[in-house]
């Protein structure tokens, strides 16, 4: 994580209502995210994922997630965009899963262009 190199970091995204949005909170408290704006939707389960892994290689991924679309609502992407000026850069991941409609992506890139923060997008499918 950034914050390992000394950066700020700030975390934005939708979970769901329930322990494992919560857990996730707690982890990122715990790894000294100093921001975190973690939209709960109660109609949403959270994503989970386990890894396992030897010492030198990712060997077995499990994701426990749910085929389920964000509630409608303000978006992350509404809630960022306003703020860009305030990062050194902005990671936009959304995995095809709809936190991120394509009109909120767009506002936050051209947000970061006009104040010449640099972005990252990982792109899955349909992005």
Do not use: N
Request: aromatic content about 2%; hydrophobic content about 40%; charged content about 25%.
């Amino acid at each position: 994580m950034p914050r390992g190199f000394g950066c700020r970091v700030t975390v934005a995204g939708l979970v769901g209502a329930d322990g494992a949005g919560a857990e996730l909170r707690a982890g990122l408290v715990a790894a000294g995210v100093e921001e975190i704006d973690l939209l709960p939707r109660a109609i949403r389960t959270t994503t989970k994922t386990a890894r396992s892994s030897d010492s030198a290689q990712h060997l077995l991924r499990l994701d426990d997630d749910p085929d389920e679309s964000p509630a409608p609502g303000p978006g992350v992407g509404t809630r960022i965009a306003p703020r860009v000026r305030e990062f050194a850069a902005v990671v936009v991941s959304d995995y095809d899963k709809g936190a991120l409609p394509h009109a909120e992506i767009r506002a936050v890139l051209d947000a970061a262009r006009a104040a010449d923060v640099p972005v990252v997008v990982d792109p899955k499918k349909g992005t």
